[in-house]
Structures are given as C-alpha cells and as structure tokens.
C-alpha cells in the first residue's frame, strides 16, 4: 500500500501557477498589494507622529509580522496568551495583548516568555480582581507585569466603563508590587450609529484627559507611558485626535489597525473609503491583497453556478465572497475576465451559489477569483496562503498559527 504525505489545503511549492499547478480552493496574497499596504500603513502613522502595533490576530501570519517590523512597527498586537506565544517563536519581542490576561495557565504563558529580559509585553486590566490575580501569580514568580488599564464604553467590550473606576484601577494596580502600570488603552470601533464619528472623537479625548490625570498623580510606571487606540476602519480620527492633543509629546501614542495588510473587498473597502473622504491629503489608500480562488464545480441550472468554495473557506460574516475574475484552468498566460457582474447569494460548508450574469460563459474546472469581506475570518481558515507576483506565480508560502 501507497503511503500519502498529509497535504496542507491551497498548499502550493514556490514556482507553482495559480490557473496549472495549485490545488483549489486557495488562499491568495498578491505581493504588490501587500508590500504597499504594509509601507502605506507606516507611512500614515509616523505621519501622524504615532507608532503602529498591527493587530496579528488578523493573519497569524508570522512572515508577516516581520515584514511589519522591517517597516518600522514598534511592535504587534494580539488577542491572547497563545497567539503572543506564537508570535514569539516568530521572532516578535515587542508584544500589546489588547485583553485581560485571565487563567492562571495563559498566565503561565506569558511567565515562561518573560524569562527572555528582551522581551516587552503589556496586557490590559479593567476589574480589581484582575489585578489581585495577575499581582499574586506573578509575585510568586519573581517577574513583574506590565499592566495597561483599559477604558471602554457603555454597551462596548471590556474596559473601565466611568472615569472614576480607571483611577481607582490604577490605585489598586499600584497596591501590587509585581504589576507595572505602563499606559492606557480603549478601542473605539464598539461607537457606532449616526453620530459615531463626534463619539469617537470624544473617547479619544477622554482617553487622553485620563492619561494626563495618571501621569500628573504620579500612577505610571514609565516616564512616557503608553496610550493607545485605534481599530481598522477608524485609525484616522483616533491619530488626529491624539495629535491635536499633543499626545505624543507627553505619551507613546500608539495605534494598532490590523486588517489593512490585506485589505478587502467589503467593509473594510468601505471604512477606506470613508478615510479618504474624511483625508483629502491621502491620494491613495489601500489595495485588495487577499483572494480566494475556486472551481466552478457543477453548473446544475441556466444562470446558476455551484463554486467550490465555503464557509470552510471564506469568511461570509460581513458579506458573501465577491467575484473577481474568470480564468481558463492550465491556460497561460493567464489573462482573467471580468466577472464582477455575477453575484454569490448563499455558501455552504464546502459550496457557494452563483448566480451568473447574463453574457458570461462558464465552463466546468473554470477558476474564479474571490474577493473577501473582513479578512480576519478567512485567514483563520487556512494552514498555508499563498504569496504570488503579478504573473500569478507563487513566490513564497506563508504559514498562519492560529
């Protein structure tokens, strides 16, 4: 009996073409798009006299982290213990965790990685009882914690929700020998509705006055502590109210967008929009890296094709895959056809339902392109995404470790 090696899905070898030699469904980087939303990004935020820790729970993608941090990134954000653990075997040694550290064994995580003195690692509190944990876990360890307190909204995620309550935190912070208070942290993309954009700009003008109350009372633990906001789809508004309030002058203004490397086809397509609406100095913004391709796998009905692609594949929380191009299977070169007129109207767990647009021909094992809404949920379906050049070549593999 034949033994068969375990094939990673999308998995391709360096050289592979995309319409010849690539097993479908895909994930796909395309490297010009990537490489200019990465210098984009930067660029923006030293512009704005901030420092960018992308948020890495977009990709988990630890090729992509370093290319962040060549660019400049003071850092990269992430969500838990075990995804800062991974980062870590990636080489990333500056770490914001934008949640509670909570468990005594995600705390033993962070312990084991704080035995390396070069690596810089803040969490965030937002409860007393937090803070007696994390002080007695990490007492007992002789290891000191940097701790940022984070402020949040009514009806919003985690956080302070009232003014008082951060400088009650930071009371009991500074009660606790083995925690460092080191900044302030909020995430204004909970402000939603018709007036979300003064809301926004009112939390940050919040987050600054409490920083400058803690600062001024002696509660931090570094001389330039650190305040920090900033989601994906408004960083702009937080960078201009952090630097109207001279924040960086007396802060480490920080801000921690994390979709934009890939960008997309949907929301975030639209909050771009908006930026360059609000920007006017901005004569360009970011570009779609990441795509799926698919076959068309059965075309049961006039006008009706059945993808191979689904939820297993694609994201489809924030809207369904966009269809892109056309492409002949194993022909070269490979030149696509417009096909953004057809339109995905449901996706099941390995299929999606096309309709097709009048005036395109499709063909059984054709390859469509497919534009995603909200990148985060698509990588997370993937081991192995392919990065690709303009001649859809495959030049490198990246690895995710969710």
């Not at 954009?197 to 600062?215: K, M, P, W």
């Not at 900033?230 to 007396?250: M, P, T, V």
């Not at 059945?306 to 070269?332: E, F, S, T, W």
């Not at 497919?370 to 993937?382: E, N, V």
Request: aromatic share 8%; charged share 20%; with cysteine.
């Amino acid at each position: 009996m034949s033994a068969f090696n375990a094939v990673e899905k999308g998995a391709a070898p360096v050289g592979a073409h995309l319409v010849r030699d690539v097993s479908l469904p895909a994930l796909v980087l395309h490297r010009d798009a990537l490489e200019h939303n990465i210098r984009w990004m930067q660029d923006f935020v030293s512009n704005s006299g901030a420092q960018l820790a992308p948020h890495g729970k977009t990709s988990m993608m630890p090729a992509l982290f370093q290319r962040q941090i060549e660019q400049g990134a003071w850092g990269i954000t992430l969500a838990n213990a075990v995804q800062t653990r991974a980062a870590y075997a990636g080489g990333v040694r500056r770490v914001l965790m934008a949640n509670q550290l909570v468990g005594a064994p995600n705390m033993a995580l962070i312990a084991d990685l704080l035995a390396d003195p070069e690596f810089d690692f803040h969490c965030m509190v937002d409860h007393p009882d937090n803070v007696a944990d994390l002080g007695l876990f990490f007492a007992a360890r002789g290891l000191r914690l940097n701790v940022m307190i984070e402020y949040g909204v009514v009806g919003g995620r985690c956080g302070c929700r009232t003014e008082q309550q951060v400088l009650d935190l930071a009371k009991a912070i500074k009660a606790q020998p083995a925690l460092a208070l080191t900044g302030i942290e909020g995430y204004e993309g909970v402000i939603h509705g018709e007036h979300a954009i003064s809301g926004i700009r009112e939390f940050a003008a919040s987050l600054v006055r409490l920083a400058v109350d803690l600062q001024n009372s002696g509660a931090f633990d570094l001389g330039k502590p650190i305040i920090t906001a900033s989601g994906s789809a408004w960083y702009d508004l937080i960078a201009e109210s952090f630097e109207a309030q001279n924040a960086a002058g007396r802060f480490l203004s920080v801000l921690r967008p994390g979709s934009y490397v890939a960008h997309d086809h949907g929301i975030y397509k639209e909050a771009q929009c908006c930026v360059l609406d609000r920007r006017s100095d901005l004569n360009e913004g970011l570009r779609p890296a990441l795509e799926v391709w698919a076959h068309v796998q059965s075309l049961p009905e006039p006008g009706f094709a059945v993808i191979a692609l689904g939820k297993r594949d694609v994201a489809y929380d924030a809207g369904l895959p966009v269809p892109l191009k056309r492409y002949k299977a194993g022909v070269l070169p490979a030149e696509g056809d417009d096909v953004t007129a057809c339109k995905v109207t449901a996706v099941m767990d390995q299929h999606a339902f096309m309709v097709v647009a009048p005036g395109v021909e499709l063909r059984i094992g054709d390859i469509i392109s497919f534009g995603t809404s909200h990148p985060c949920l698509t990588f997370d379906k993937w081991q192995v995404g392919n990065l690709v050049d303009e001649q859809l070549q495959v030049i490198e593999s990246l690895h995710t470790c969710f």
